[in-house]
């Protein structure tokens, strides 16, 4: 097989603007909720595993993702952390959520006598980091149930008396979905 050598973004034509930074600062004031949503996985051995899950992600190649990733981290960390880096992966949420990453879902089941509207709980879910990449709209996907509650209590702290507008699903499908074989 041919080998191919690949330099940083100049080289292949490519800048993400201003990624590296952007993250780097995401990586260094880590908040509660929102985007991205960074995931560290700590080894015996000491090596890191890194996900960072980002809309922002959506036209950037996905062998520039681990490199903006990674300079992310050399900037936020420096280099002696950054090289404890064994996998760094970028998905987008649909990708994430097409993965089984992020199976919990938050809804905004509005009726009539309630006292917000779809508006106003559209913009908080978007504030509290739904993706606006699905073709459906906003869709506020989380990792575990424990995310999704609190997700939830934020949402209704924003929006006083939403509390039974929103509703927690989960996708199914899921390994803890599965049946146990019976044994015989």
Same mark, same amino acid.
Not at 2 to 29: S, Y
Not at 128 to 150: K, N, V
Not at 156 to 170: D, N, Y
């Given at each position: =097989?041919?080998?191919?050598?690949?330099?940083?973004?100049?080289?292949?034509?490519?800048?993400?603007?201003n /990624?590296?930074?952007?993250? %780097?600062?995401? *990586?260094?004031? $880590?908040?509660?909720?929102?985007?991205p =949503?960074?995931?560290?996985?700590l080894?015996? @051995?000491?090596?890191? $595993?890194?996900?960072?899950?980002?809309?922002?992600?959506?036209?950037?190649?996905?062998?520039?993702? $681990?490199? @903006?990733?990674?300079?992310?981290?050399?900037?936020?960390?420096?280099?002696e952390?950054?090289?404890?880096?064994?996998?760094?992966?970028?998905?987008?949420?649909?990708?994430?959520?097409?993965?089984?990453? /992020?199976?919990?879902?938050?809804?905004?089941?509005v009726? #009539?006598?309630?006292?917000?509207? !779809?508006?106003?709980?559209?913009?908080? =879910?978007?504030?509290?980091g %739904?993706?606006?990449?699905?073709? @459906?709209g906003?869709? /506020?996907?989380l990792?575990? !149930?424990?995310? #999704?509650?609190? %997700?939830?209590?934020?949402? @209704?702290?924003?929006?006083?008396?939403?509390?039974?507008?929103?509703? *927690?699903?989960?996708?199914?499908?899921?390994? !803890?979905?599965?049946?146990?074989?019976e044994? $015989?």
């Amino acid at each position: =097989m041919p080998r191919k050598k690949h330099g940083l973004f100049e080289a292949l034509g490519l800048r993400p603007a201003n /990624l590296v930074e952007e993250l %780097a600062r995401e *990586i260094k004031n $880590s908040r509660d909720f929102g985007q991205p =949503m960074i995931d560290e996985q700590l080894f015996p @051995t000491n090596a890191i $595993s890194v996900r960072v899950i980002w809309d922002k992600w959506d036209h950037v190649p996905h062998d520039l993702r $681990s490199v @903006t990733i990674l300079g992310a981290y050399r900037l936020a960390e420096g280099e002696e952390y950054c090289r404890r880096i064994a996998l760094a992966t970028g998905l987008t949420v649909p990708e994430a959520r097409a993965s089984g990453l /992020l199976p919990y879902q938050i809804i905004a089941a509005v009726r #009539a006598d309630d006292p917000v509207t !779809e508006q106003q709980c559209r913009d908080a =879910m978007i504030e509290e980091g %739904a993706s606006l990449l699905f073709d @459906t709209g906003p869709r /506020l996907c989380l990792p575990t !149930e424990a995310d #999704a509650e609190e %997700a939830v209590t934020r949402l @209704t702290g924003r929006l006083p008396g939403s509390g039974p507008v929103w509703v *927690i699903t989960r996708e199914v499908g899921q390994p !803890e979905d599965w049946p146990l074989a019976e044994s $015989s």
